[in-house]
């Protein structure tokens, strides 16, 4: 039977999850920060308007290039890989 001490060191040598990758977590944050600014700026624009107009929708859409993911984050929809790949001025 092996010891509490040796399944310890068995876990903290072959488990990654205790191992973090500085680069990917540093890219991970930039992400969520873009993410929370076009979402903080979005906000703000909508307040200023007084509602939320379709012009607006569609500036974001079309002029930041983390809208389309804003938007979804928004919504609790989930980006499909097609999304991406198509063109947003067929929404115009």
């Known amino acids: 039977m092996r010891s ?4 310890q060191r068995t876990v903290l040598t072959r488990n990654t999850y205790f191992q973090t990758d500085a680069e990917a977590d540093e890219r ?4 969520l920060t873009a993410l929370v600014d076009t979402l903080l700026n979005l ?3 909508i307040a200023a308007a007084g509602s939320v107009r379709r012009e607006v929708i569609f500036r974001l859409l079309e002029e930041n290039e983390h809208g389309l993911r804003a938007l979804l984050a928004l919504t609790g929809i989930r980006e499909s890989p097609t999304c991406s790949s198509r063109g947003l001025h067929s929404l115009s």
């Open 28 to 31: 991970y944050e930039t992400h």
């Open 4 to 7: 509490t001490d040796d399944k």
């Open 43 to 45: 906000k703000n624009e």
